[in-house]
């Protein structure tokens, strides 16, 4: 059973689990489970429509709207920038303290689109796992804030900036998730929608919804020796 964060009569969230997808994909074949429809009969059938969406291996917040006339006031805050959507990711190194990256990225028909990510690191880890040349691995607990909603862009800009997402594929350290995978287990990418804040459409009032955090991502913050913050 999904986990439901928040819901009224226009809106409903779910803390979306890693691996699931939000919809049928030509590209996942494979998968016949989907947020849309598990939502759906969790809810008594129903209807949901997805404001936005995330990857299937990406965790957290999820928002749908249950009717159409919602789902359009809704597109239209999103479009308009008017949300803010934070994100916490395990890294490889050592991060910069605080950066913007503004990195155009190209979507699936090959053409440029822009994209900026604010991001800020929480905390540090280094830990005794002997990775090429170096005794030990250093890695970053941060926190991201895409400005734009562009197809993997937080993978592609911390790939970027030399600082891959733990467990991300393709756009990841292939080296770095063997090491993990042979050493602990890890199958899942280290990426997390915590939290995301909007006006309601018809309230007009702040709205807040935090997502806690998938057991995989909170045992390599364990592993890391990393103490999870209070509002996880």
């Known amino acids: 059973m999904l986990e439901i964060l928040y819901q009224d009569d226009n809106l409903v969230a779910i803390n979306k689990p890693n691996g699931l997808l939000v ?6 074949r494979d998968a016949n489970q989907f947020a849309i429809q598990e939502l759906r009969n969790q809810l008594g059938g129903q209807h949901v429509y997805p404001v936005h969406r995330l990857d299937r291996k990406t965790s957290g917040v999820l928002l749908f709207a249950l009717d159409k006339e919602t789902l359009v006031k809704m ?9 803010v959507k934070k994100y916490y990711a395990i890294v490889r190194g050592y991060a910069p303290a605080e950066m913007t990256i503004d990195y155009a990225l190209k979507n699936e028909e090959e053409q440029i689109q822009n994209a900026v990510t604010h991001f800020k690191t929480l905390k540090y880890a280094e830990i005794d796992l002997p990775f090429g040349r170096h ?15 562009r197809m993997h862009q937080l993978r592609k800009h911390f790939k970027h900036i030399l600082h891959p997402i733990l467990g991300s594929r393709p756009h ?32 007009l009032e702040k709205i807040t919804i935090n997502a806690s955090m998938y057991p995989a991502f909170s045992k390599v913050m364990t592993t890391l020796g990393i103490e999870q913050l209070p509002e996880m």
């Open 23 to 28: 919809h049928r994909s030509f590209y996942a």
């Open 75 to 83: 597109n239209e805050i999103f479009a308009n920038r008017d949300v």
């Open 135 to 149: 005794l030990t691995s250093r890695y970053s607990f941060v926190e991201a804030i895409p400005e734009t909603g």
């Open 172 to 203: 990841g350290c292939n080296k770095q998730n063997k090491l993990w995978l042979e050493k602990y287990g890890l199958t899942e990418m280290l990426l997390h929608a915590h939290s995301l804040e909007f006006l309601h459409p018809y309230r």
